[in-house]
């Protein structure tokens, strides 16, 4: 550096009216002459040094160029899930050792436009990601889990079309509408300033009428608004109520041909269903430990149907989310026969679907930061309506899971 400003300064004063001038002899040199070239060249040494400085300074702090992977974010989750089943119902009890894997990830394309895709383990089960293990260790199938575009149009307010999580909220994560890992298709716009939020949702149960045109597409539509609120510091609360019409009446099962306890006639859904759903969640502490408590009330409207109302309540202690952490749970649910469209309903409870009732009790600790190991466990009865007996079904989970984002 001190090289640099001396060849700069040799080179300033070589262009100085000093030197421009005729040659001095060496006896006109006077020794003042030689001191104010001396500090000439030791001030401007010191002024090519400091903005030196200032420029690598700069440099050092520059931001480098945004590239596309900046606009990338990735998520995903892996369960390992080992599970006893006995169901009056068969002969034997059942055991199995399960495993579900999925990965995603999000794009913001512009800063109104983000799109994501996700793939998950499993099979076309549309509440379900689990993959049984064996087959002599073969390898496991991947199907695509999400894939969606999201358009927000105006403040607060998105259109998201494709194949998405599930936008209608599920207080405390309750299935009795909604399974977890359903993936609804279709195009959805949602409203949520913080404090209150709106979805609206037209989704597909079969979206193609055939290469003739002649065949039916079969459409499911709903509607939901909630409040977010507080009470004080530790305490708030989520109020909400739906809407959701799935007309399927006439119509053979979407899934397997089951109609997992909905009324069927002659092999065909034997009812719509117009279900207006209202709950409600309390987040506080108690005792310093985080708690959840929650209600969530079911009813198909559709005139026809007997078996029509459905329920649960529940409440949360703690969250396993470090080393250590624990957490419990309880839940009480009832959901009769034709609540619900019993295919999208959760598929563990009572074995999935409708027609069912009972508890299920949940306790987990916390392994690392995202990793926890719990038990989960189902006391339950179904088939009151549909079996006209009741059959008891318990089921044990034990799951070590991990995520990250």
Known sequence: MKRTAICLAVSALTASPLVMAATPTAAEIDQASVQDLKKYVLALSQRIEDMEAKTDKVVASAKPAKTWADSIQWSGDVRYRYENIDNDA???????????????????????????????????????????????????????????????????????????????????????????????????????????WAVASYHFLNSDDGSSGTGDIEEMFGGQVGYNGNINDNTSFIVGAGYYYIPVEGSASFVDGDFFGNSEIAGMHALDYKVAEVFAEVNTKVAGVPATFFADFVQNTESDADEDTGYAIGFKLGKAKGRGDVEFGYMYEDLEADAVYAAFTDSDFGGGGTDVKGHKLSAAIGLSKNTKLGITYFNNEYGDYTLSDEVDYDRVQIDLATKFK
Do not use: M
């Open 90 to 196: 068969k002969t034997d009890e059942r055991n199995r050792n399960r495993i579900r894997a999925r990965i995603g990830l999000t794009a913001q394309i512009t800063d109104d436009v983000k799109a994501g895709v996700a793939l998950a383990s499993g099979s076309d089960d549309p509440v379900s990601s689990n993959q049984t293990l064996g087959g002599g260790a073969s390898s496991k199938g991947i199907n695509l889990d999400q894939g969606w575009v999201d358009w927000k149009f105006a403040p607060n307010t998105h259109l998201i079309a494709g194949k998405t999580k599930n936008l209608y909220y599920a207080p405390a994560k309750s299935g009795l509408v909604w399974d977890g890992d359903l993936r609804p298709e279709g195009v959805n716009v949602k409203y949520d300033n913080g404090t209150i």
